[in-house]
């Protein structure tokens, strides 16, 4: 097979995985495709997209041995579209193998932040709202429950995320207008927030298949201070690939900054 047609053959490989993709990523979008199926659909389009890097590969290794570019526009746009589109498939495939099969994260597993107002945008099919920090999770060759899973895999979210508020009179107040600002930071659509309860509720949607975690921000007194709380999770899917930790991190990174 010569340079150019290797570069070719790369490039239609490429081509039609990009639009198994698309139409994975669509289906999931619109309504037409579960994530589960969404996801199965994935598997061809991951599988061509890595015999298309494997043939710019081949490509690249020709033409730098005989130090001719014939097919380079084929070859380069492979090359590196195929770095690009697989990227996201291979991460998650990576999450998956090394998360904990959890949809449901807290800061606090004995009195979880509730939802209130985020009820109300559930419909047939959702999660159960109501935290159950008994249910029986396998992972690492270990049954557990959710709180064990969570105080053993996620202990660093997990600590007290409390303080004084120096020279204020109402620390949950402080607190509250401080979260509330850290939470329109992230980017998430803040949904309801309620001063007085000292709760801010928000949703956040991934960028490919648009998986929505509901999320739920508390600001309780803790001895003379306040301490906030966050609870975050999906809504439909039951397996979140380290989703909701991951929102609890990047909430509580901006706390810290």
Do not use: C
Request: proline share 5%; net charge positive; aromatic share 10%.
């Amino acid at each position: 097979m010569s340079q150019p047609v290797t570069a070719r053959f790369g490039f239609a490989a490429f081509i039609l995985a990009a639009l198994i993709a698309a139409v994975a990523v669509a289906g999931v979008r619109l309504g037409w495709l579960a994530y589960a199926q969404g996801w199965q659909l994935m598997v061809p389009a991951v599988a061509l997209e890595l015999g298309a890097l494997a043939f710019s590969l081949l490509w690249l290794g020709r033409a730098l041995k005989a130090n001719d570019g014939a097919g380079r526009g084929f070859g380069l746009t492979v090359l590196l579209g195929s770095l690009l589109l697989l990227y996201p498939p291979l991460t998650t495939v990576f999450n998956r193998l090394t998360s904990p099969p959890i949809h449901d994260v807290t800061t606090d597993t004995e009195n979880p932040p509730r939802f209130v107002a985020l009820l109300k945008q559930r419909g047939p099919g959702s999660n159960l709202p109501a935290y159950d920090g008994h249910a029986i999770v396998s992972f690492q060759g270990k049954t557990v429950t959710l709180d064990e899973v969570l105080h053993d895999h996620y202990r660093d979210i997990l600590k007290p995320h409390a303080g004084f508020a120096v020279g204020s009179s109402d620390p949950i107040a402080t607190f509250f207008r401080r979260d509330l600002a850290a939470a329109r930071k992230t980017g998430w659509t803040i949904v309801d927030f309620n001063a007085q309860e000292g709760r801010i509720e928000a949703t956040h949607t991934s960028f490919w298949f648009g998986r929505v975690s509901d999320i739920v921000i508390m600001i309780r007194r803790s001895g003379a201070g306040a301490r906030t709380d966050l609870r975050s999770q999906s809504r439909e899917d039951k397996i979140d690939d380290g989703f909701n930790a991951a929102n609890a991190k990047y909430f509580f990174s901006f706390l810290a900054s």
